[in-house]
C-alpha cells in the first residue's frame, strides 16, 4: 500500500516569507498605493517543465508535479513517489528532496532482517525491545513524562551553560550509546544529512543504523554509495561533501561547541550565540553551515546581526532560507566583491561595499512586482549611497526585473554558480 505523507503545504515559515517585506509597505504614501494597487503583479502557478531542467522533473523514483505555486518569492513542489507524496517549499529544498528520494530507494534495497534475527539471538529478545524503547521514548523509559511549568523551567535551567537538544536529534541516549554514530557513518555513505526533516528518510536511517549497531555487519561501511551531497544547502561542490560528512560524523554535542567557540571568537555577544545555539529549529547542521559561512565573512562588520534574524526563526523551513541566505551571501564575499558590514533589510539581511554599494542576495526561485517588494526595493534605494545590486538564486518576472532596473538596481539572476562554484 502506497504511504501518503500529508505535509503542511503552508507552514509558519510561509507567514514568515508572506509578511517579512510588509512593514516597508506601510511606509509607502497611501494615496501612491491606492492609486497603483492594481499594478502589482499577483502570484500566480507556473510549470515544472518551464523552471526545471528535465533531468530532475522525474525518474524511476519519483515524479514532479506539473503545477508549480509560486508565492511571489519561492516556489513550492509536489512530488510523488513509491515512498509517499512530498512537498519542497523551493527549488533548493527539491533537489535536496530529490536527491533524499533516491537515497531512501537505494536504503530500502538493504535487508536487515538476518540482522535483526542474529541480535536477537544475542541479545534476547527483551534487551533488544528495550534498547529499542530507549531509542524511541528515552524521557519516558528513565524519567516519565514530565508537562506543564515545571518542565518549561526545566528546560529553561537546562539551557544555561549548556545545549538543548534539536528537533532533528536523535536522543541523548541513542547518542550515548553509538546508534547516532552508526547512523551517521550511514548518512555519510548514501550523502545525506543525517538531521534531514524528512521522516522516510529519517526512518530508513534509523533502520540501517539499528541494524549496524545490533548486529555489527557495517551496514554504514558496505552499503554502494549514492553521488551527490544532497544533505547541504546549494552546492555540490566537494567542500560541501566534506562539510557532510564532518557533520554526520562529528557529535551534536561536539558540533555544538565548535560553533559556541568560533562565534565567540567572531565576537559575537554570548547570550546572542546561547540564544541562537539552543533555538531547536536549527539542526546541527543548518547552525554548522550557517557558522561556515560567517567565518568565511569574519572581516564583515556587524556579523551579530545574522544571528539575530536567525532568531526570529520558528521552523525548519525558516532556518533554512536564513542559512542558504547566508551561504550566498559569504560566497559573494568570496567569490564576487569584499563586503564591508551587513545592514538591516526588513526581517532579513543585506550588505554594503565599501563604496557604499548595497547588496542584496536571496535564495528566492521567482521574484514578482508585488506590493512587498516594491515596498522593500524603494526603502532600500532610499537608503543606498551609490548603487544596488540583487543576487538571486532564481530568476525575476519580466515587470519585477524592468522596475528594478528602473530603480537603478542591478539584477543578477541565476547566480548560484557565481556566487557559489562547484570545485
Same mark, same amino acid.
Given at each position: ?46 510549470? #515544472? ?35 509517499? @507524496? ?25 535487508? @536487515? ?29 528513565? %524519567? ?24 532533528? /536529534? ?33 526512518? /530508513? ?39 557532510? %560528512? ?10 555544538? !561547541? ?33 557558522? #561556515?559561512?560567517? /567565518? ?28 542558504? @541566505? ?13 563586503? #564591508? ?15 557604499? @554599494? ?15 517588494? #516594491? ?13 544596488? /545590486? ?12 524592468? %522596475?528594478? %532596473? ?12 557565481? !556566487?557559489?562554484?562547484?570545485?
Amino acid at each position: 500500500m502506497r504511504t501518503r505523507l500529508h505535509l503542511p503545504a503552508a507552514p509558519l515559515f510561509l507567514l514568515f516569507l508572506l509578511t517579512l517585506l510588509i512593514m516597508p509597505v506601510l511606509l509607502l504614501p497611501v494615496a501612491g498605493l491606492a492609486a497603483g494597487r492594481d499594478n502589482f503583479e499577483q502570484p500566480r502557478p507556473l510549470r #515544472a517543465r518551464d523552471v526545471l531542467p528535465p533531468a530532475i522533473l522525474q525518474d524511476k523514483n519519483y515524479t514532479v508535479a506539473d503545477r508549480v505555486d509560486n508565492d511571489g518569492l519561492f516556489n513550492h513542489y509536489t512530488v510523488s513517489s513509491p515512498f509517499g @507524496t512530498f512537498r519542497a517549499n523551493s527549488t533548493s529544498a527539491l533537489l535536496t528532496l530529490v536527491h533524499e528520494i533516491r537515497a531512501i530507494a537505494a536504503m530500502k534495497k538493504i535487508r @536487515t532482517d538476518e540482522t535483526t534475527v542474529q541480535a536477537l539471538k544475542q541479545s534476547g529478545k527483551k534487551t533488544v525491545q528495550g534498547l529499542k524503547t530507549l531509542f524511541e521514548d528515552p524521557e519516558k523509559t528513565l %524519567e516519565g513524562a514530565v508537562s506543564g511549568v515545571n518542565s518549561l523551567f526545566n528546560r529553561a535551567a537546562a539551557t544555561i551553560g549548556s545545549r538543548e537538544i534539536t528537533d532533528s /536529534e536523535d536522543s541523548r541516549v541513542a547518542q550515548f550509546i553509538g546508534l547516532s554514530k552508526s547512523k551517521g557513518q550511514i548518512a555519510t555513505r548514501f550523502a545525506v544529512n543525517m538531521y534531514s526533516s524528512n521522516p522516510v528518510l529519517q526512518e /530508513e536511517l534509523d533502520r540501517l543504523a539499528l541494524a549496524d549497531y545490533m548486529g555489527g555487519l557495517g551496514v554504514g561501511l558496505a552499503t554502494a554509495v549514492v553521488p551527490g551531497a544532497g544533505g547541504l544547502l546549494l552546492t555540490t561542490s566537494g567542500t560541501a561533501r566534506l562539510l557532510n %560528512e564532518a557533520i554526520n560524523t562529528t557529535p551534536a554535542s561536539e558540533l555544538w !561547541l565548535r560553533n559556541r567557540d568560533k562565534l565567540r571568537k567572531l565576537g559575537i555577544n554570548s547570550d546572542t550565540v546561547e540564544l541562537f545555539l539552543n533555538n531547536p529549529v536549527f539542526s546541527p547542521a543548518a547552525t554548522t553551515v550557517l557558522v #561556515a559561512a560567517m /567565518e568565511e565573512m569574519r572581516d564583515v562588520a556587524d556579523l551579530g546581526l545574522l544571528l539575530k534574524v536567525a532568531l526570529q526563526a520558528s521552523d525548519p523551513d525558516m532556518a533554512r532560507i536564513i542559512t542558504e @541566505t547566508a551561504v550566498l551571501t559569504a560566497g559573494y564575499h568570496k567569490n564576487i566583491g569584499r563586503l #564591508a558590514r551587513l545592514a538591516p533589510m526588513a526581517r532579513l539581511f543585506c550588505a554594503e561595499k565599501k563604496d557604499g @554599494t548595497l547588496v542584496v542576495v536571496l535564495p528566492t526561485d521567482h521574484i514578482i512586482w508585488s506590493a512587498r517588494v #516594491a515596498g522593500v526595493a524603494k526603502g532600500v534605494t532610499g537608503r543606498a549611497k551609490k548603487g544596488i /545590486e540583487i543576487w538571486t538564486y532564481g530568476d525575476f518576472s519580466d515587470r519585477a526585473r524592468s %522596475e528594478l %532596473e528602473r530603480l537603478g538596481w542591478q539584477v543578477h539572476p541565476h547566480s548560484q554558480d557565481r !556566487l557559489v562554484p562547484a570545485t
